[in-house]
């Protein structure tokens, strides 16, 4: 399968998207006006590069033109968390959550879910 990179406000848009769908482009309008102030004419452009990445389809409706999403969410996050891993991280999931752990303020029940996510990850290796 193609890697599909999705700029930062294509992902407004496939989250969007993904929370409702179909849409039109009126509804997404209205959806995305609060957290962007994108005018129809951006999103329409914006709709029209997803599309021609192969990340979204339309069918004519009976009013307006109805957008869904190709790409699966989840799939398309687990690409683009292993990009990102491997972009600023050399691939390292280590050194990363030691970036993070080490800027960051941990709550004991953040260290709860972290302690059963390796206890989790060990009990599933071969």
Excluded: C
Aim: aromatic share 6%.
């Amino acid at each position: 399968m193609d890697v599909i990179r999705l700029s930062d406000s294509e992902w407004l848009l496939m989250n969007a998207l993904w929370d409702h769908s179909p849409r039109t482009i009126t509804q997404l309008v209205e959806q995305l006006r609060e957290d962007t102030g994108w005018s129809k004419h951006t999103v329409i452009t914006m709709l029209s590069r997803l599309e021609a990445k192969g990340a979204v389809r339309h069918e004519e409706g009976e009013r307006a033109k109805q957008f869904y999403p190709i790409l699966d969410r989840t799939a398309t996050q687990r690409q683009e968390t292993r990009s990102f891993l491997s972009r600023l991280y050399g691939g390292s999931l280590k050194l990363m959550v030691n970036t993070l752990v080490g800027d960051t303020r941990l709550s004991d029940e953040d260290l709860a879910a972290l302690d059963a996510l390796l206890k989790k990850a060990e009990e599933e290796q071969p």
